[in-house]
């Protein structure tokens, strides 16, 4: 059993091969998901759109002093595709939230968010560096998770490969138990994917999920700030 936590007491296989290494009782049926009301944004491999002001046009032509553009379009990055598909699932669930989810639980909202960690995987695949990158899988979870206040409680990681190296799955696992650690929160389970006729061999791909939790007198909406300027930084 790959159980992270002494309290799963059995494994879940399917037929992909994929291995659930935790097991909770539902929630309740009579909680029902919050409607909240924030704008919708989309979030691409490695770049968060419509929320990274840049200078440079998207539409591809060169900025008014003259100088070369940058555009997403040129870097493969289509918005206006991911604006256009956040517009259809807000259709099919509204309500859904910005970086992270809420949900209400008594006084507070449960905040979840869920990302992987963009083309720094590729970095970690060619130079072999492979106890790092799951620090940046947690970063991006709970980043996103507190900018509605919440305090990261859980983790959650899904991992998939060509085919299972242990001896690699555990150098990625160890980073996400120090991302862990920096971020105040248990590594509550997650769940191994081996499947040889999807992914080159060798390669393997990261995906996490994390909950926090907020007071709901204390949400950061927005509301309260609306005079902030924000810049946010991308790393790649």
Known sequence: MEARILQSSSCCFSSLDTVNRYRFSPASSS???LSISFT??????????RVLSMSKKDDGTDDDDGTDSLNYKDSGVDIDAGAELVKRIAKMAPGIGVFGGLFPLGDNYLVAGTDGVGPNLKLA???GIHD???IDLVAMSVNDIITSGAKPLFFL???ATSR??????EKVIKGIVEGCRQSDCALLGGETAEMPDFYAEGDYDLSGFAV???KKASVINGK????????YWAPF
Not at 40 to 46: A, E
Not at 224 to 231: I, N, V, Y
């Open 31 to 33: 909680l029902k998901p």
């Open 40 to 49: 919708q944004t989309t979030r691409t491999r490695g770049r968060v759109s």
């Open 125 to 127: 695949l060619e130079t």
């Open 132 to 134: 790092t990158i799951g």
């Open 157 to 159: 990681d899904y991992y």
């Open 164 to 169: 299972l190296d242990v001896d690699l799955a």
């Open 212 to 214: 926090g939790i907020v």
């Open 224 to 231: 309260k700030h609306s005079g902030w300027t924000c810049s």
